[in-house]
Structures are given as structure tokens and as C-alpha cells.
T-cell receptor
Framework: DTGVSQDPRHKITKRGQNVTFRCDPI?????LYWYRQTLGQGPEFLTY????????KSRLLSDRFSAERPKGSFSTLEIQRTEQGDSAMYLC?????????????FGPGTRLTVT | QQQVKQSPQSLIVQKGGISIINCAYE??????FPWYQQFPGKGPALLIA?????SEKKEGRFTISFNKSAKQFSLHIMDSQPGDSATYFC????????????????FGQGTILTVHP
């Protein structure tokens, strides 16, 4: 399978704990995006990387959230001191930037439940 | 600010019918408009996309119609099937010179499509 993969698929944590999610993009894609989706809503942009550089962060990304893509391949999204409002599906997507290949392909997501 | 508005919120269609979902956008700088299909518990899957240099794009049973002056675009699903039952999202993004994406997608709120057999 050469699609976008995410791990874990589900995470249940208690309020105040830290959690980390991983995303592995399609291998030849140099752009990687993180989105958050709450029930009944469309995905909302959080941040994206081109190679290892983080190019844009949404105002939704509070200082409790940090994302990295250290070698321009996989990425991690960490949430510190989780709150109940952080419960959502966290989606990762990847794309190319060469030519007209700008379509974003999504992974299956990580569903976070904060109790 | 909701930059992409999608309607209807839900849609029920009989098998073989036509499903039509509409989106309107505010940012005139948007120039890439994809549609995604999402099944419960799965990530969104790219269905079809259009750039504003054409008014219509068809792929199989799926057609996008685009009206630049009205800042509206729509998805038509012909011969709808029960397997098409899913949530559909329109989205918009900026694409720069040479086709390089500027990045983030702005999504509509979604339409839950139910196709009855």
C-alpha cells in the first residue's frame, strides 16, 4: 500500500496528558498537511510542511500543539496538556508540488478522545 | 469567516437518480476546486477537481460544473448508487504560477448523501 498512513488510528487519553501522532506521506510527496475534523464538520487546516520546513500554521494551532517533519519524510503532531475540546479526528494529507500535481491525498486519520 | 459554503446539509436520492451538491466561495483568488468523498471512520478521498479555466469536467458518473462569475461550483452524480452513500465535501485552494499549490484546502461543511435502493 503506497497511500498516506497514520498511527495510531485511535487514541483515548485523559485530560492533561500529552499525545503524539505520526503520519507517513506518499513517498514521492514533498508536502505534508495536518487537518482537524470534528463531528459533522469539514476538515480544518492546521499546518503544512514542504520537505522539512513548516511553511504555514493556522491560528487554530495553539501553543499546546507542535508539529515536526525532521527529515522531510514522516511527520509528528504532538498535543500537550490535552483538553476535552481537542477530541477530534486528526487527518494528514500529502501532495507534490511539481507541475500540476497539487492534489492532496488523505490518510485514514487518528481519532482522539480526551476524557 | 466561512469562505466555502456548501448545500444542502443532507440529501436523499433514489437509486438511479441524480445527486446535486452546491458550493459557493468568497475568495476570488481561489483557483483550484476539488471534491472529496468520505465514508464513516475513513479519511476523505479525492473524487474529482476543477480549475476555473473550464466550466465543466466529467469523470465517469461524476461531473463538476463551475460558474466563475457567480463564484459557485457543483457536483453532479449521475445514476446514483447505494454505494455512493457518503459525506461529500467541496474545497478550495490557491494555485500559483506554474501550477504550484499554495497549500491549505478550505472545506465546506459537508453533505450527507443517502441513496435508497
Amino acid at each position: 500500500d503506497t497511500g498516506v498512513s497514520q498511527d495510531p488510528r485511535h487514541k483515548i487519553t485523559k485530560r492533561g496528558q500529552n499525545v503524539t501522532f505520526r503520519c507517513d506521506p506518499i513517498s514521492e510527496h514533498n508536502r505534508l498537511y495536518w487537518y482537524r475534523q470534528t463531528l459533522g464538520q469539514g476538515p480544518e487546516f492546521l499546518t503544512y510542511f514542504q520537505n522539512e520546513a513548516q511553511l504555514e500554521k493556522s491560528r487554530l494551532l495553539s501553543d499546546r500543539f507542535s508539529a515536526e517533519r525532521p527529515k522531510g519524510s514522516f511527520s509528528t503532531l504532538e498535543i500537550q496538556r490535552t483538553e476535552q475540546g481537542d477530541s477530534a479526528m486528526y487527518l494528514c494529507a500529502s501532495s507534490q508540488t511539481s507541475g500540476s500535481l497539487y492534489e492532496q491525498y488523505f490518510g485514514p486519520g487518528t481519532r482522539l478522545t480526551v476524557t | 469567516q466561512q469562505q466555502v459554503k456548501q448545500s444542502p446539509q443532507s440529501l436523499i436520492v433514489q437509486k438511479g437518480g441524480i445527486s446535486i451538491i452546491n458550493c459557493a466561495y468568497e475568495n476570488t483568488a481561489f483557483d483550484y476546486f476539488p471534491w472529496y468523498q468520505q465514508f464513516p471512520g475513513k479519511g476523505p478521498a479525492l473524487l474529482i477537481a476543477i480549475r476555473p479555466d473550464v466550466s465543466e469536467k466529467k469523470e465517469g458518473r461524476f461531473t463538476i460544473s463551475f460558474n466563475k462569475s457567480a463564484k459557485q461550483f457543483s457536483l453532479h452524480i449521475m445514476d446514483s448508487q447505494p454505494g455512493d452513500s457518503a459525506t461529500y465535501f467541496c474545497a478550495a485552494s490557491l494555485v500559483g504560477a506554474g501550477g504550484t499549490s499554495y497549500g491549505k484546502l478550505t472545506f465546506g461543511q459537508g453533505t450527507i448523501l443517502t441513496v435508497h435502493p
